[in-house]
Each structure stands twice: as C-alpha cells, then as structure tokens.
C-alpha cells in the first residue's frame, strides 16, 4: 500500500505530461482502495458489534424483564427501561420455593462432586499414566467406554439402582454417579504423562514416600490442568437440570435450576418479571465467575474440544 | 519389587473404576437386559416378553415421529451450527482486544444452564409480547408463533441450540486454525494463491478433523436433547417435538413403562454407539494431510 503510493508520488513529480496522467490515475486507484479498505474496515466492525448484540441482547432484556412491573412486560412495542426498578421480583421468586434449600443443595452437590472427583481422579490418572501393571490396557479402556456414554443414555437403569439403594432424595445419591470423571483422568494422565521422569526419579533417590511425590512434587506441576477441570467440572454440575430432575421426587435434595423451572409451576405461565429475576439468580454467579476468569473458562472448555 | 508395589496401582485406580461399572457400564446392561421385560416399576414380577418391546415400538406411530423428530432436529442443529461456526472462525480469528471481547460474548451462552437459556428464550418467543415478534415486525414481517404452531416448534428448538453452541464450536474452530502452522500460510501467500484456493486446498483439509469432532460431538449432544423441549415443548404442540430422550423419560416416569422405555433407551444406544465408533475410525485414520 505505502509503496504503491510512494510510486506515484515518485512518478508524478519526476514524469512527463502523459506520465503525470496515469500517476493520477493510479493514485485514484490507491485513494479508492484506501477508502474501500476503510469502509470494509467500518462494516467489520459493525457486523462484530451485531454479533455481540445478537449474544447479549437476550441477556440485557432479561435483566430488562426482571425489574419490570407485570403490565410493563405486556407493552408492545416493548420498552427497554422499566420506569420503577421492581426489586419485589426477586423477593417473589425467591418466595415460590424453598430456595434457600434448593442453593445449600447446589453448593453441596457441585462441590462434594468436584472433591471427590479430584480424590479419584488424581491418584487413578497418575497410575495410568506412570505405572506399568497388568490389565492397564482393560482398565484405561474401561475409562474411555465411560467417556462415551451420556448420562442421558443410562438415567433410567440408574434410577432403579439408586432406587434399590435408597439413595434417591438424598445429596449422595446425585453425587456419587458423578464421583469420579472419565474425561478428568484423560486429561490429567496426559498432563502427568509430560513430567519428565528424572525429577521423579530424583524424587525418589531421596527415598520419599511415594505419595509425597505425588502431592507434594506432581500434583503442583499439573496445577493449570486441574483448574482446568475444576471449572469445568463446578460449571457442568451447577448447571446440571436433568439429572436431579430425574432423581429426586421431593424437595430434599433439589437443586437451583429445578427451583427456578418450577417458578413458572407455582406463578404461572406468563409471569415473565418473576420467571427472569429467577433465572437472573441462577445465571449472576455463573457470568460473574466467567467475566472474572474468561480465558481459564474457554481454554477449560475449548481444550476439551482440541486434544 | 514388593507385594505392596504390585498391589498398589490397582488400588489407585480402584475407586474410579468401581465408580464408573457401577453407574456406566453396569447399567448399559441392565438396561438391556430391562428392555427384554415388561415391568411397571412398582410390581413385584417382571414379564419376559423378548424382543417385542421393540417390535411395538417400531410399530407406534409416536415412536416413528420422536425418531423423524430428532432425525431433523438432528441434521438442522449440525450443519447449521458447525457450518456458521466456522465461518465465525475464519471471521473472528485473530488476537486483539476486541476480537478477544467479541469471542467471548458469542460464547457466554454455552456456559450458561439450559434451564435459563429455554426460560430466556421461551420468553423471547413468546406470540403476544415477545421480542423476537417485535423484530420481525420492525423488519415487516408477520408475527410468528414460535414455539407454539406445530410448523415453527421444532425449528425454533434449532434456533435455540445454535444460538448456544454456536460460540463453542467457533473458538474450537479457531484453536483449530491457531494449531495450523504459520509457515504454510506464507508458503500459500509466496505462491500467490487465491484466498478460495487456500481455504479449499489448505484450510479445510488441516482443520478437517476438527470439522469431524464437531460433527459428532454436536451429533451425538443433539440426538440426546432434552431440556429445552421438557421445559420449553413438552414435546408438543401435537407432539412436534418430542424427542428420543424426552420419549423415554415420559415412557419410564410417567407412565411406568420401563421395559418399553429401557428398548427405547438400548435404540439410542445404538444410535450414539455407532456415532461413536465412525468418529474413533475417522480419528485413528487422522483425515487430514501432513
């Protein structure tokens, strides 16, 4: 580009009369691509920012809807800024169930899995990953079967499993399908796979505790990868609507999310202002969380979709 | 070497793997097993019948429109979702500020529960005051019925999924472009090649296997969808979206069928099973040139 102008600059000022003809026209030229350059540029930009507008926008309208008035959300056209901001909406939704329950249950349930989770995962994925022992090869396979299979495949023969424990109803019952992760070992053994083996061995020379190695010298060195997971893991569980839906038949162990679809049970259908500050509760933490560590998040999603 | 050093990696392993035979593997044959009975959950006798829980379902008209259902539902989510997102990629790949806030929000959805994105959306295609209505009409059209016109329901639930997966599946693109190495971009560019030479030629065949897990991942999330149609459907209007998953939980859950609803299960099974198999063959084949 700046070379193409330089040229004609050059041209024209040194060149003859028919010289000087075609350096206008060239700089015509550049001064047109320069300007369909900008106006490229100018539509680039605009069509991200409609991008974005087409992701946020329901989210805005949410936060719109969970302030307003029950007849505001009945204007059409719609309006974008209630006149009073209905807090009230909050308090109702909070009202319709026994959220404080349905909140200690999700904390408890995502976390007792993320715990366990990494109570199994950690020593399982180091021994894939460092030993040589018989039958390795069956039981990592075990592993990847489970990788495979949904948890949408299986909820019914679960449920008369869990049935047959007396486990519905109860936190254990939603945590301990998910005590362990076939995609958590997977990942972690390929992290501990790529520690080099002399600082094990040099570990070891120093006659420490095997168990110290891990925790005290491996498991640090996996440190981003296990974060990683941990996201991922919380995300997937706090969000999780279907599998306590189909595991619970009462209040007891229910989580967020079945408490804000029931809103719209107890409300009824068109109670909009209601619904979205309910799912406002539910979301907030969520999006807070992602602003706050967004590229951990994507990585912790993405990488599950690279590897 | 001890006994102790012998024994110890089975026991690490242990906990994980009695974790997933009992709530993975076991059950995938219990369910088998199941769908070979006729039971009704509280009664104490389950009927052998064979293999004809299957022969009528193959034969229930519901059955066959729950399968054309998720068959459509199926195809719609995943052209249009893998094939925006790639060219979302090609469009958005690039390291600044902005384009980092830009990737960021067209990916905010997926991590946010399906229960909020159907309450959301349920709402913004609501008929009477919805906000999609009042685009389409500041754009001149009719106002649609969305969800609630047996013609528009299911594509709304598409809608639906692309929105969420969309973002996903762009940044998975675009790692994927990232991975491809800087050098054959200049090679291409010395050569002087077109921009469509180089994306045909070059582009698609490097990011062909991410093109491949996209497919089938979306492939395999989309035959299971449940949530937004159990929140946002019902499987209705006239059961114009009712779909594999959903089927099964109204079959074993409300009305007790379980033998009929774990056949219903072991056809998905199939279905995911084979998905899963074509994606392992086309992965160890790596379809892509080095």
Known sequence: MLKAVNRTIGSASIGTAAEGKRADVRSGKAVLRKALRAVLQVINVAGMLGLVLVFAMPFVWMISTSLKTLPETMIFPPVWIPENFVWQNYADAWNTGPFLSYFVNSVVIAVGILILQMLTIIPASFAFARYKFKGSGFLFGIVMVTLMIP?????????????????????????????????????LRQAFMQISDELIEAARLDQAAEWKIIVQIMVPMVKPVLVTFALFSFIAHWNDYFWPLVMTTNETARTLPLGIAKIRDVEGVATWNTLMAGNLILVAPILVVFFLSQRQIIKAFVYNGVK | MTLWHKLRPYGMVAPAII????????????????????????SPTKTYVGLQNFADLLADEDFRKVLSNTTIYTVLTVTLTTGLALLLALWLNRKSFFHGFVQ???????????????????????????????????????????????????????????????????????????????????????????????????????????????????????????????????????????????????????????????????????????????????????????
Do not use: C
């Open chain 1, 151 to 187: 948890a949408q495949l299986i909820f019914l023969p679960v449920y008369l499993e869990l049935s047959a424990f007396k486990l519905l109803n109860t936190h254990l019952g939603l945590i301990l399908p998910f005590a362990s992760s076939a995609f958590g070992i997977f990942l």
């Open chain 2, 19 to 42: 974790i997933f035979s009992l709530f993975f593997i076991y059950p995938i044959f219990y369910m088998m097993y199941l769908s070979l009975f006729d039971w009704n959950f509280v």
């Open chain 2, 104 to 290: 960021g929000a067209i990916f905010s959805p997926h991590i946010i529960s399906l229960v909020s994105i159907s309450l959301l959306w349920s709402w913004l295609m609501d008929p009477e005051y919805g906000l999609l209505n009042w685009v389409i009409g500041l754009a001149g059209f009719e106002k649609l019925q969305w969800l609630s016109h047996p013609g528009t329901s299911l594509v709304s639930l598409v809608m639906v999924a692309v929105w969420k997966g969309l973002g996903y599946n762009a940044l998975v693109f675009i790692a994927g472009l990232q991975s491809i190495p800087a050098d054959i971009y200049e090679a291409a560019s010395l050569d002087r090649s077109k921009p469509w030479t180089t994306f045909s030629k070059l582009i698609l065949p490097m990011l062909s296997p991410t093109i491949f897990f996209l497919v089938i991942i979306n492939m395999i999330g989309s035959f299971q969808v449940f949530e937004t149609i159990a929140i946002m459907t019902q499987g209705g209007p006239v059961n114009s979206t009712s779909t594999l998953v959903y089927y099964i939980y109204e079959y074993g859950f409300r009305f007790f069928k379980i033998g009929y609803a774990s056949a219903s299960g072991v056809i998905l099974l199939v279905i995911v099973g084979i998905l899963t198999i074509i994606y392992f063959k086309l992965l160890s084949n790596r379809v892509h040139y080095r």
